[in-house]
């Protein structure tokens, strides 16, 4: 059975910052070792969220064969190692960046939504907002209650065209994590 391979990152915003990280695909999604990762004050431009989704997605890479069979285990070690060590890195930066007193401190209460990318298939990026927990995880809508929490936009659109998408997919997440309304509307 053929596996149908995707590149993916994620979008977080809070009320003093916008992240954006690549993420690696081994049947599972990992931080991203060497693709874009990056963060900014939170209020960053529609052309400027655009700009780096993209760039995130095509720096995004999919391990998963192609022919749906298993993944090298001591690569899949390797990797969580050198993708963990990269993780921690880049939150560090944020936790210092923006005054929290630590990386916990840094990790709650945060928007995000998840942009995917079937490369193979499509041009069209699909942008899911995500719901909160109290605990603070977070988890794409079940199917029969995502309706408006969905968005697609073309790879190729403007930066402004799939920033502004991404901002409409901020608009609808929800939980007790939720940050604020979006600033460009």
Not at 99 to 114: C, H, I, M, S
Not at 136 to 158: K, L, M, Q, T, Y
Request: proline share 4%; hydrophobic share 35%.
């Amino acid at each position: 059975m053929a596996a149908i391979r995707s590149k993916r990152c994620s979008i977080r915003r809070t009320d003093k910052w916008i992240s954006i990280e690549s993420e690696e695909v081994w049947y599972g999604t990992y931080f991203s070792r060497k693709g874009h990762v990056i963060h900014a004050p939170r209020d960053v431009t529609p052309e400027w969220i655009g700009l780096n989704v993209r760039l995130a997605l095509q720096t995004s890479e999919s391990f998963t064969p192609v022919d749906g069979s298993s993944v090298d285990g001591e690569a899949l070690i390797a990797m969580k190692d050198a993708s963990n060590e990269r993780r921690l890195a880049f939150w560090d930066d944020i936790t210092a960046s923006y005054g929290y007193k630590n990386r916990e401190l840094a990790w709650k209460k945060f928007d995000l939504v998840f942009a995917s990318w079937w490369f193979d298939l499509t041009n069209e990026i699909m942008l899911k907002s995500s719901k909160s927990s109290r605990d603070g995880g977070h988890s794409a809508w079940p199917r029969n209650r995502n309706e408006g929490r969905v968005f697609s936009v073309p790879i190729d659109a403007s930066d402004r065209d799939l920033g502004e998408a991404v901002l409409k997919a901020f608009s609808k997440c929800e939980g007790p994590g939720k940050s604020t309304e979006p600033l460009f509307p």
